[in-house]
């Protein structure tokens, strides 16, 4: 048996932090969610001398101090899980701020091993870091470490190893010196928390004493309902009072400002300049793509390739995984007996496979291009240029990228919504998200707008998705100044160097996304898909199919005997009377096999639902076909054509003449196509929305899309007929 | 801090490309106050303003030898003394 060593991985945004975790581990990692949040965790386990590691990737942070849901996770993580031994990923290029969460770290007193990444870069800066000094003056064990070709990562396990046996001498615990005043109050603090056991036991509490002053609200809730609790709280009361009125400041203003002062100390001992103020590499670059001419142009010429490598290449291989599902029907359709199983196997299961699958290859090459942009460092320019317009409408600037890609497919755009860190700017992302008019709704207007509106077809689609782009503008606001008043966040974002991303960091990213997917959501969407075959499918009326079965038969019975007769004439015409007998045959199957097919829509649960909702969508001037057609494009909003073909017994250039002479009006149809583009975004949107938000948020988009597909359609339809 | 000093002083957002200034206060609290301490905007640093976005806003500067943007309203509340 090996010994097994948890070890936790920490460490700055930026500071190559997830370069190293994919070093360690290579393809052997985990990937989830932290329970009960979206933040993603990510573990890997490998072997090390006679050692299994145990790696937890902890979200990238630039304090514990639970402003973020990232922070908190990862501080719980520390303190409730106590892992044996935390490694503190440090960019030895920007080495200050990034010592701020060390510094924290030393303060929660956990086993610490710092690794000081991108020494190379650093070392290129002209900053020298005496590690074996900074170590010895932070107390903690400091590696050199170069993330990307895996330079320092043997030495780094060593360390850990020997941190874990305890072997390690320069591991000290050293209180982070808070200045007397402040030291003072901590002593007073810490005497009221000594007294509760239980809590002094679990937690240090010199750092309670310091998050209480500092006025942390995570763990004065922890505190709250504790032993002594009051008696702490009333301390702290007296003890932030004094301070305050000391300095005229804030207890956590003092607090950071000494806890930059020690970092500031122990870099100018360890540290030294050779060069300085020269112009990187990143701001040559920067000069061009930050430029104020060149800078949109650049930007939306990134955002059409991206945009184009992910939809436009990811075409072909969509178009392989539908042969492959009609393939798979195929074959099944060959060796099975007719039955109900069969229609399921078909319909249902490979159907839903299939509706699985098909979203893969725009997900993989979206997030191919979206890790490329965050590895770069460019998705942090993106967001600083169009920040200005995203703001304007109540968003972040990184909001621009999904809500972009939705114009594609709204599937890999809500994933996108992850490289928000703010919650309420990704929730706020993903719920007017499903107003980007996707591809999949653009065969309905094509259809729509050729049937009734010829000449101006190409406009008529144009306005629909403008309308799309300023509901999400107007429900934007609605939702900023309702839904999430008051949670404003600060932009305070970081533009770190340019740098080459390793192919394996890349590819890596790219196949977690998919298979999060196809793990995550898969599923869910393949159980709703069979839901949605069973209510069409469903229920089936005997009696009328066998009627139709019945006629199937006295057809092919009456052609037998025709062609019987033809073949008896023996005249060089009687091929020719053959032939055109059985294509006569073959249609008028076709016609009963048509109705078939409209017999079952109508009754069937789906079809019950579609006419139950006529008295809804009539004030819209929607009939119930189109009721019927709404109800099957939740599935996905493509299928709203194939079902008006099914209800008109027509197929496409003959259905958009059969719309256009059912009575329907240009008006109908413009109502219809604005409906169409709003209400409920398709299945696999909803279970995206579930997955990367809450049920709660994914039930919401149902609803307010719907309650907003019938105001706006109804106001179309009703100012419309005032004008026409 | 006397009255005639504290009229004489800037905000970050008064600042244009080029310039630089000391860090005398941050205004404000709650989250926003403290995210901005823990990136390093403490009293006593200073701080480069480094170039505007194409559309003026947000702004990007230079403190303790990394780069970060802040939006106007954010630099607004940040007291520097121009150097």
């Known amino acids: ?185 901590i002593l007073k603090v810490q005497q009221k928390i000594e007294k509760n056991s239980r809590l002094s036991k679990k937690y240090s509490p010199r750092w309670l004493s310091v998050k209480l002053l500092e006025n942390d609200k995570d763990i004065i809730e922890k505190i709250r309902y504790s032993q002594y609790g009051d008696k702490i709280l009333e301390q702290v009361e007296k003890s932030r009072n004094h301070i305050m009125s000391i300095y005229n400041e804030d207890p956590e203003t003092i607090i950071t400002e000494q806890r930059y002062g020690f970092i500031d100390g122990a870099v100018k001992e360890s540290t030294h300049w050779t060069k300085k103020d020269r112009i990187t590499l990143t701001d040559k670059i920067d000069k061009v793509l930050m430029n104020r001419i060149l800078g949109f142009p650049i930007f939306f010429l990134f955002i059409w390739l991206l945009f184009q490598g992910t939809f436009t290449l990811g075409g072909p291989p969509m178009e392989w995984i539908a042969s492959l599902v009609n393939w798979l029907s195929h074959i099944v359709e060959i060796h099975m007996a007719e039955s109900l199983l069969k229609d399921l196997i078909i319909k249902g299961v490979l159907g839903g496979v299939g509706g699985v699958l098909i979203f893969l290859p725009n997900i993989l090459l979206l997030f191919l291009g979206i890790s490329i942009l965050e590895d770069t460092g460019y998705m942090a320019r993106a967001a600083f240029i169009m920040d200005r317009v995203m703001h304007a409408i109540g968003l972040h600037g990184k909001s621009f990228i999904p809500l972009i890609m939705g114009f594609g497919c709204n599937v890999p755009a809500i994933l996108a919504t992850r490289t928000l860190e703010n919650k309420r700017d990704r929730i706020l992302t993903i719920l007017i998200n499903p107003l980007m008019s996707c591809s999949a709704r653009l065969p309905v207007y094509v259809l729509f707008a050729g049937a009734f509106f010829k000449k101006n077809a190409g406009n008529v689609i144009f306005s629909i998705y403008m309308i799309g782009i300023i509901l999400a503008i107007i429900m934007g606001q609605i939702f900023k100044k309702t839904l999430f008043k008051g949670e404003s966040a600060p932009f305070v974002m970081e533009l770190p160097p340019y740098r080459v991303p390793t192919i394996k960091s890349t590819f890596i990213h790219m196949w977690e996304r998919g298979s999060i997917y196809l793990k995550k959501m898969g599923g869910i969407i393949l159980v709703f898909s069979i839901i949605i075959w069973f209510l069409g499918a469903f229920p089936t009326n005997g009696g009328i199919s066998f009627k139709y079965k019945d006629e199937l038969k006295k057809i092919d019975k009456v052609y037998e005997n025709k062609i019987e007769e033809a073949k008896k004439l023996k005249s060089q015409k009687s091929t020719q009377i053959i032939k055109n007998l059985i294509k006569e045959k073959e249609e008028k199957k076709k016609a009963i096999e048509k109705k078939i097919k409209l017999y079952q829509k109508e009754h069937s649960y789906i079809g019950r639902i579609g006419k139950a909702i006529v008295p809804i969508i009539k004030p819209l001037g929607f009939n119930w076909q189109m009721g019927v057609a709404l109800v099957t494009g939740f599935v996905a909003k493509e299928v709203v054509v194939s079902t008006l073909g099914v209800l008109f017994q027509a197929e496409e250039e003959s259905l958009k003449n059969a719309l256009a002479k059912s009575g329907m009006t240009p008006l109908v149809a413009y109502a219809f196509m604005v409906f169409v583009l709003i209400y409920i975004p398709c299945l696999a949107t909803v279970v995206a929305i579930y997955k990367e938000s809450s049920i709660y948020w994914a039930l919401f988009t149902v609803s307010y899309t719907l309650v907003l597909a019938w105001i706006v359609s109804f106001l179309v339809y009703r100012v419309g007929y005032l004008f026409l | 801090m006397g009255k005639e000093k504290m009229e004489k002083l800037l905000t970050l957002e008064n600042l244009r490309t080029g310039d630089e200034g000391i860090i005398i206060k941050i205004l404000g609290e709650g989250n926003f106050k403290k995210r901005l301490l823990e990136m390093g905007f403490i009293a006593g640093e200073k701080v480069k303003v480094e170039k505007y976005a194409p559309l003026k806003d947000p702004v990007e500067y230079m403190i303790k030898g990394y780069h970060v943007s802040l939006r106007h309203e954010e630099a607004a509340k940040i007291l520097v003394e121009k150097v």
Do not use: C
């Open chain 1, 1 to 185: 048996m090996k010994k097994v060593i948890t070890v936790a991985l920490a460490g700055n945004p930026n500071s190559g932090k997830t370069t190293i975790f994919n070093q360690l581990t290579g393809a052997r990692q985990k990937v989830g969610n932290w329970p009960g949040v979206t933040v993603e965790k990510k573990e890997g386990k490998f072997f090390f001398n006679d050692y299994e590691i145990h790696l937890i990737d902890l979200p990238g942070i630039y304090s514990l101090s639970a402003y973020s849901i990232e922070e908190i996770v990862a501080r719980d993580f520390i303190l409730e899980r106590k892992p044996d031994v935390v490694v503190d990923i440090v960019d030895a290029s920007n080495l200050d701020r990034n010592l701020y969460l060390t510094v924290q770290l030393i303060e929660l007193g956990v086993k610490l091993v710092l690794s000081l990444n991108m020494i190379d870069v650093a070392e290129n800066r002209g900053y020298h870091i005496n590690h074996n000094k900074l170590g010895e003056l932070l107390g903690t064990p400091a590696i050199p470490t170069i993330g990307t070709k895996g330079d320092g990562l043997k030495e780094l396990l060593e360390e850990i190893v020997k941190v874990k046996e305890g072997k390690e001498s320069k591991l000290r615990s050293i209180p982070v010196p808070l200045g007397r005043e402040i030291e003072e109050e």
